[in-house]
C-alpha cells in the first residue's frame, strides 16, 4: 500500500481530489497531527533535496542533521532553540500555516518554504495535515531579512527593543531568569568632547565586546540610545550580582584606538517570573531600579524592590 492508498483506506481522503496537494514537482507529504510520535507520509518528493531520506516516510529526527541552526532567522529566535522553535512551531499549527525551513543538502545551502493545510479535525484539533514545500531558494528569503532588519539593531548587531518584547511573550522557562537595564553613564560627554563618531564607536565597540563574549542562557539587547538590556537565564541572585559587577568593569575599561574613555554604568536588575510580569513591567521595574543605582553613592548597580 502507498501512501495515498493509505491516505484514503485509513483516514477517507480521497487524494485525487485534493487540489492542494497534487502530483506535481514539489515535495508533499501528510501526517496525523495525533499521533505520536508524528510519521509523515511522502505523496511526491520531485524535488532534489532531502536525498538521504529512504523510503516513503520519515520523522522530524530524521531531518535534523539537514538544517541548519546557524542562520539569519536564528540570529533573531535563538540559535540555542531553533529546532525545537520549529517544533513548537507545528504543534501551534491553525487552518492554514507556513514555516521557513533552512537545510543543507550535499553541500547546497536551501531556504525552503513550507505551507502546512489542516484537512480533518477531530475533537476542534487539526488531525490530517498536507504540506507542501511551496518555495525553494539558495539565498535568504527576503521576509527573513526584513524580519532580521526588524528585530536587530543595524549599528551594533544586538538584538533590539522589539525583540526584547518578543522574546519575552515567547518565553517558557523562567528558572532562574533576570533581566539587567544598563544605561551608560557619562555616554553624552564622549558625544560632547569627541563627536558623534566616537560615540557610535563606542556602542559599537562595547556590542562587540557583548558578542566576542556570549555565553549560553545570556542575551544581549540595545533598548536604544545608550541604554542595553541583558536578560540571563538559570542564574542565582549571586550569580547575577558578579555578572552585574563584570558589566560595570568592562563598560569602564573600553578604549577607542587605544585612548581610555571616561564612562561608567548604572544597572537596574529585576527578577523575571512569568506569572508576575509582563513585558512593560519588567522594562518600567528594572528602569526604576536603574536610576536608584544612578543615585546611589556606593553600588552601580541595585535590585528593584516592590
Do not use: C
Not at 511522502?42 to 541548519?68: A, H, M, V, W
Not at 490530517?128 to 528585530?151: G, K, M
Not at 542562557?217 to 541583558?230: A, K, N, Q, S, T
Amino acid at each position: 500500500m502507498n501512501n495515498i492508498e493509505r491516505l484514503k483506506e485509513e483516514h477517507g481522503v480521497d487524494f485525487i481530489e485534493e487540489f492542494v496537494i497534487n502530483d506535481d514537482e514539489h515535495f508533499t507529504f501528510y501526517f496525523d497531527f495525533q499521533a505520536s510520535p508524528r510519521r509523515f507520509y511522502i505523496t511526491s518528493r520531485k524535488q532534489s533535496f532531502f536525498k538521504g531520506l529512504s523510503g516513503d516516510s520519515f520523522t522530524f529526527e530524521d531531518i535534523i542533521p539537514y538544517i541548519i541552526k546557524d542562520n539569519k532567522l536564528a540570529e533573531v529566535e535563538g540559535k540555542m532553540t531553533f529546532i525545537e522553535d520549529i517544533k513548537k512551531k507545528v504543534d501551534r499549527l491553525t487552518k492554514e500555516s507556513y514555516i521557513f525551513l533552512p537545510i543543507n543538502d550535499e553541500g547546497t545551502d536551501y531556504w525552503l518554504t513550507v505551507g502546512f493545510y489542516v484537512h480533518t479535525y477531530e475533537d476542534d484539533m487539526p488531525k490530517i495535515v498536507f504540506s507542501r514545500v511551496n518555495r525553494v531558494q539558495t539565498t535568504t528569503p527576503d521576509e527573513i531579512r526584513y524580519y532580521q532588519l526588524a528585530h536587530q539593531d543595524p549599528a551594533t548587531k544586538l538584538f533590539t527593543r522589539e525583540t526584547l518584547r518578543k522574546h519575552i511573550l515567547m518565553q517558557e522557562n523562567f528558572n532562574g531568569s533576570w533581566g539587567l537595564y544598563i544605561d551608560i553613564d557619562g555616554f553624552k560627554s564622549i558625544n560632547d568632547t569627541h563627536g558623534h563618531k566616537v560615540g557610535d564607536m563606542f556602542l559599537a565597540q562595547l556590542a562587540q565586546v557583548f558578542i566576542n563574549d556570549w555565553e549560553k542562557d545570556v542575551i544581549y539587547y540595545r533598548l536604544g540610545g545608550d541604554e542595553f538590556f541583558v536578560r540571563v537565564n538559570n542564574h542565582t541572585k549571586d550569580e547575577v550580582e558578579l555578572r552585574a559587577k563584570r558589566l560595570v568593569s568592562t563598560i569602564e575599561q573600553i578604549e577607542i584606538e587605544g585612548f581610555p574613555i571616561d564612562v561608567s554604568a548604572s544597572i537596574g536588575i529585576v527578577h523575571i517570573d512569568g506569572n508576575a510580569r509582563g513585558y512593560d513591567e519588567i522594562l518600567d521595574d528594572s528602569d526604576k531600579a536603574m536610576y536608584q543605582a544612578k543615585e546611589s553613592k556606593s553600588e552601580r548597580y541595585q535590585f528593584y524592590q516592590d
